[in-house]
């Protein structure tokens, strides 16, 4: 039976381990990345392919998960690794849909005049 206290319990733990993770990332432990990459990386393309095509949902997750390596030393996640890594490849599929959209809209007038 699954109560309030074994869920709660469930949540801090996952938030241990991803706060663990992230400072072990923010130190370069490489294999901290990769066992973080492994584990986010699949569930970041299933989400982004909810706004955009598969392939840029893979390419979108790919980038993020890279942005956090690259920016390990001072990127602050207020919120849980998970949350953040979402926010992020959700911001980057907008940004993608309205870049088409204004590039679609460019095509449209061009071809008009």
């Known amino acids: ?11 801090n733990e996952h938030k241990n381990q991803e706060s663990q993770m992230l400072q072990a990332i ?8 990769r ?3 492994e584990r986010y990386y699949p569930s970041l393309c299933a989400y982004g392919n909810r706004f955009v095509q598969l392939e840029e949902a893979k390419e979108i997750a790919q980038d993020s ?3 956090l390596w690259e920016h390990r030393e001072e990127v602050t996640i ?9 926010s992020m490849v959700y911001h980057r599929c ?7 959209q204004a590039r679609l809209k460019a095509e449209r007038r061009y071809l008009k005049a």
Do not use: I, P
């Open 1 to 11: 039976m699954c109560t309030f206290a074994s869920v709660m319990t469930h949540k």
């Open 26 to 33: 923010r130190e370069g432990d490489r294999k901290m990345y």
């Open 35 to 37: 066992l973080l990459f």
């Open 65 to 67: 998960l890279l942005w």
């Open 78 to 86: 207020e919120s849980s690794l998970s949350g953040y890594l979402l």
């Open 94 to 100: 907008v940004n993608l849909l309205l870049q088409n």
